[in-house]
């Protein structure tokens, strides 16, 4: 195991520089930061430009910007936010609880929701309630989430009163962006449990259990879901990375103070030290969601740390 950690750990630390270095020259190479930065702006002298390049860190050679960021974001400097006038990462790691929150809570209920359906799809096969299934999942999967954000606000929060439609406060607050960013992975965990769920119950062993007398209900749990849970369980973890990326739009939607929504609001500011510092923490979230997920699965089939 301790081995098996120590590869999986060198290979996430090699991702995290490849994350940052392709953050770092993706950013340069759109267009000059700032000239994106006063494209908006009056008549700006010469001058101006040059102070903000100073500012910025802009006004070396590109092997030498490269060593800084490297060198700064090591010591966990990300620069200095021009339109916030804040270090860009304790910013950006004040609103990590907010982010987190919002992700886990449609983690769950994607788990908690996307079960039920599987399980109960996979015991009731080609009836109308698997046709029923079936057809959320698939719409789960298809509909936009930004719609899907826009309609919910619409429906609870404008028309009926009964949620408020922004901000960050009680329970009540985070159902409308929680449930709206667990549609995709509650579909995806519905459709997969299904299939591994039809797949196990149909296994010799599932038989012999049923034939000894054994409940129903421990057959399909113990014996059951037990087995088929380890596919889903891959998924969800798969899925948070995907959700730490869809946080985005629902947080813009909801005004949602996490990462994602300081992120949007860095980009339509243009402010180019919050957009990289945004970017690196967002792709160092997903290598280590990715890298606590294969620590996991190991811990839970053994047969993966010798593969």
């Given amino acids: 195991m301790q081995r098996y950690f120590f590869k999986r750990f060198i290979r996430a630390v090699i991702v ?30 010469p001058q101006e430009k040059q102070a ?24 966990g400097d990300m620069g200095h936010s021009f339109r916030f006038r804040q270090p860009a990462l304790p910013m950006l790691l004040g609103r990590l ?20 359906l599987g399980i109960v799809a996979a015991l009731k096969p080609h009836t109308l309630v698997d046709h029923f299934t079936i057809f959320l999942s698939l719409l789960g999967q298809s509909v936009p989430v930004f719609w899907l954000g826009i309609v919910l606000m619409l429906i609870f929060a404008v028309q009926l ?18 449930f709206c960013l667990s549609t995709y992975p509650t579909a995806s ?17 599932i038989r012999t259990a049923r034939a000894k007398g054994l409940p129903e ?36 939607i909801f005004d949602w103070p996490g990462i994602g929504s300081l992120a949007y609001k860095a ?10 510092a945004a970017s690196v923490v967002f792709g160092v979230a997903v290598v280590v969601t990715n890298f606590v997920v294969d620590m996991i699965y190991a811990w839970i089939d053994p ?5």
């Fill in 97 to 116: 609880p907010a982010t987190l929150e919002l992700t886990f809570a449609a983690l769950a209920i994607a788990a908690v929701i996307g079960s039920i």
């Fill in 189 to 205: 965990v519905a459709r997969l449990l299904r299939s591994s769920m039809m797949d196990v119950m149909s296994q010799d062993y």
């Fill in 161 to 178: 009163g009964w949620l408020p439609a922004t901000g960050r406060g009680d329970l009540s607050h985070l159902i409308l962006p929680a």
């Fill in 16 to 45: 995290v520089w490849l994350v940052a270095t392709t953050f770092f020259f993706a950013l340069r190479m759109i267009s000059d930061p700032v000239e994106l930065l006063f494209s908006q702006s009056g008549m700006v002298t």
């Fill in 267 to 276: 980009i339509s500011l243009r402010d180019f030290t919050m957009v990289q």
């Fill in 217 to 252: 209900t421990v057959v399909v749990i113990r014996h059951g879901l037990r087995n088929a849970a380890i596919p889903a369980i891959t998924m969800l973890g798969l899925l948070l990375s995907r959700l730490l990326g869809g946080a985005v739009v629902v947080e813009t």
């Fill in 52 to 75: 903000m390049r100073e500012f910025l860190k802009l006004d070396s050679p590109i092997h030498i910007q490269y060593a800084d960021f490297l060198f700064s974001a090591v010591q």
């Fill in 303 to 307: 047969r993966i740390r010798y593969a």
